[in-house]
């Protein structure tokens, strides 16, 4: 969810808990310096939002100059109170039983009962954005799926660890705040939070008038989870001969849009052609959402012999692969197992990328990488497969040499 940055943005109805601020939404209280004195919630009082410095009252400003407003500042208080009206319901749809109240309080609160079933409870927490890829959104005027990209990017992170996602919290800041666009991006991140199980439990909403431009937006957000201790996937599990499993991306995901821009720039290429092999526009093709695995690898790890997940995020797959595998083992992957999808030989072709640069920035197919014991591998993939996860087996974990291995070439 979302509220505004100190000194930036409007009051109204709270939506969490993240410090202090003058909110859109009333999620924060702005800190001494960021809000009149005296003034316990917004900024409805003279104030030097900056210095915290009072502002001179009307008869004390120079003759003929108007006093001062939020509004005239760059600040729409009304905005924000419709914004998060229009986002009321889809946040509410996240919030399983465990959530207490809903939109308004200064904090989120969840009922942690549940962990007291635990032996030994670890939580886990992520923190993440999505990178460049708002600015092709807010190029193409469409704000809905950008916060499932958001959703995967925290969640996914999450769950390579073994860890259950339980609530997540947002963050969302524009140079100019329209309701109806601030309520499309936080719809979409509720809809991400439906998809992988989690409350939206809180968040921000900031407008950063001349900071940056009407049209500008970004997000961030982060998510807390849990592990049973003797559960926790990761290296200490991995040995040499498990088989590591691909699970196939939805395309370039939330990775490798400032280069992916470049390309677009020094290419002359218009994000609503249709570049032959892409089935649809390139704006289509660098909006489409990153696949979030957090039911399917949690169900994989309650059914199978799972020993690590591997998020294939920057760094490409084999950068990621080697954080999840102890020390004195490698993995070798054959990409002669899968085609990676038209887009990234589009970029490749468009920018002049090499192989090595493309596998250092992109996934290049494969969004998530699962450990198993070579055992379980083929009833992993039955999994996955039902539960609709193109997958297949790529590698194993080899012994004695600490690198990734990528070998072979690609299915033409």
Known sequence: MTSASPGERPPGTPRGPTGPSDSVTGARAASPGERPPGTPRGPTGPSDSVT??????????????????YQAAGVNIAAGDRAVELMRDAVARTAGPEVIGGIG??????DASRLTTYRRPLLA?????????????????RYGTVGLDLVAMVVDDLVTCGAEPLFMTDYVVFGKLSADRAAEVVRGVAKGCELAGCALLGGETAEHPGH???DDFDLAGAATGVVEADALLGPDRVQPGDAVLALASSGLHANGYSLVRRVIAEAGLALDAEPA?????????????????????????????????AHVTGGGLAANLARVLPQGTGATVDRGTWRPGAVFAFIAEHGGIGQDEMERVFNMGVGMAAVVSAADADRALDLLTARGIPAWRAGQVTSGVDVVRLVGAYRA
Do not use: M, N, W
Request: charge should be negative; aromatic fraction near 6%; charged fraction near 20%.
């Open 212 to 214: 940056l431009g009407p």
């Open 105 to 110: 309080g200064f904090a989120g609160l969840f």
């Open 52 to 69: 915290g410095a009072r502002a001179a009252s009307p008869e004390e400003r120079p003759s003929g100059r108007a006093a001062l407003d």
């Open 277 to 309: 092999g892409l089935g649809r526009t390139l704006g289509e093709e660098l909006l489409t959402p990153t696949t979030i695995y957090a039911r399917d690898c949690l169900a994989l790890a309650a059914a199978c012999d799972v020993h690590a997940f």
């Open 125 to 141: 927490t992520a923190t993440d954005g999505v990178g460049t890829k708002v600015v092709i959104a807010q190029r193409l005027g």
